[in-house]
């Protein structure tokens, strides 16, 4: 039996965008130069989750905004649509807050990766973030948190290769940090939260001073040379229950560090998250982390951001194919001119196999003849027996659909996902390291399902 290559080998060209001529929807969102700006304004109560709103008042767009979800809840499709039709990224934080035997491959993970890659836009996933930190309920067991986060991966990968996977530990306690790394090939962007805060925990006893440069600069230090670096949440307080004092110019001065460091000291941070929330106000802890509740806050922030160095929309970046540390050699893009465009019509899809002729691909259709394609069907490529090929990447109308190295070779496709008419499937075989090997593209015709 053909030995099965890594799934991170299979996602390579999908992330890399070095085979295959058009990328998957979540590559190139790294930027060259410059740092997205992101926030989180949900329960900021002065704009009430209005992005319009605390745009104006930040005076800069933002490149994108998070939100939680628990594991277990419905994937936030319209909200997800509605960034995306904005130029934004959505920023997700799944969290499995009722412990992480809940995480199965099942049909509520699948589901909700089928649902993020019928988007059709990159989502940044920060699953299971803060994992070293005690307070969360899937903290504890570093082998059993891998394990599932290499399953969430392995699923994204598989159904949503749109999906950004990002691991983020809380910046404390470090000497855990390490143990719950699921390894370089299963993790895209890594990151780190921090929080600048006046007294720990609200405790007038434990006073804090933290330089929040050299919170990020463990994590930093550890994985920049290998991964964009994200801040998933960062916040500075304003006034502190803990002390029962404002400490604006606190507040002021840690935000200042951190911002102004960026391009400097930390370039490799290409996303920053403001945590715009008055926790003391909304009863769930001991800071006005708010923005956008003080005049000097808000100038202050609207000064750092008003940087070109950072981003306020997708588009405004100049951007390079994000890629995945591995033992494969990466061939650059090939910028030169590609010549005509390819024709608009292909030799019909086969109703079945047959013999394969030397040195040729055969793409077939089965659940429907290829005349009529209506409902779910399957995609089958097969290659000549000549062929050295080991992975198998699936085009509908030049849109990437899917990849697979396990024989036969096959993509369930819903038809019912495009309009009526002729459609092009273009596959792609390619050896165990990404070289392509052979090509196919065939038509279909997708007729109107029977009412």
Request: include cysteine; proline fraction near 8%.
């Amino acid at each position: 039996m053909r030995e099965r290559i890594p799934i991170s080998l299979l996602v390579l060209c999908l992330l890399a965008g070095i085979v295959l001529l058009t990328p998957a929807p979540a590559t190139g969102i790294v930027p060259d130069e410059g740092c997205y700006i992101g926030a989180y304004i949900q329960l900021d109560t002065t704009v009430n989750g209005d992005i319009d709103e605390f745009e104006r008042l930040v005076g800069k767009p933002h490149a994108t905004y998070f939100r939680y979800v628990g594991y277990g809840s419905p994937f936030p499709f319209r909200w997800v649509r509605e960034l995306h039709a904005r130029d934004m990224i959505p920023h997700i934080a799944w969290e499995p807050n009722e412990g992480l035997e809940k995480v199965k491959d099942d049909d509520y993970l699948r589901g909700w990766a089928e649902a993020a890659a019928r988007t059709d836009g990159p989502i940044f996933l920060r699953y299971a973030s803060e994992m070293n930190g005690n307070w969360e309920a899937y903290s504890g067991d570093p082998e059993l948190y891998i394990d599932k986060w290499r399953l969430v991966t392995r699923v994204m990968r598989e159904i949503a290769p749109n999906v950004i996977m990002a691991w983020v530990p809380f910046a404390t306690p470090r000497r855990t940090i390490t143990e719950y790394y699921p390894g370089d090939e299963w993790v895209d962007w890594v990151g780190v939260n921090i929080y600048s805060v006046h007294h720990y925990d609200g405790d007038i006893t434990r006073p804090a001073n933290d330089d929040p440069r050299e919170m990020l600069r463990y994590v930093y230090d550890l994985y920049a040379d290998r991964h964009p670096i994200v801040i998933g949440e960062y916040a500075a307080t304003r006034f502190c229950a803990g002390c029962d004092q404002d400490v604006t110019e606190f507040g002021l001065e840690q935000m200042t560090r951190l911002y102004e460091s960026l391009p400097t000291e930390f370039p490799q941070v290409k996303m920053i998250n403001w945590f715009s929330v008055d926790t003391i106000g909304a009863g769930l802890a001991n800071n006005n982390y708010s923005v956008t509740c003080s005049p000097e806050f808000l100038e202050r922030y609207r000064e750092l951001i008003s940087d070109p160095y950072f981003i306020g929309r997708l588009s405004d970046a100049t951007t390079t194919i994000a890629s995945r540390p591995s033992d494969t050699v990466v061939t650059e893009h090939d910028d030169r001119d590609p010549g005509p465009p390819p024709p608009t019509e292909y030799p019909l899809a086969l109703a079945r196999i047959g013999a394969v002729e030397s040195g040729k691909m055969d793409v077939a259709i089965t659940g429907a003849p290829p005349s009529n394609v209506t409902g779910r069907v399957e995609i089958v490529a097969a290659p000549g027996d000549d062929l050295d090929i080991d992975i198998v990447a699936f085009y509908i109308n030049d849109e990437w659909r899917g990849m697979t190295n396990v024989t036969p070779y096959r993509l369930p496709w819903d038809a019912g996902s495009v309009e009526p008419g002729v459609h092009a499937i273009r596959v792609v075989g390619m050896s165990s390291a990404l070289s392509p090997v052979v090509e196919a593209t065939v038509s279909v015709i997708v007729g109107v399902p029977d009412e």
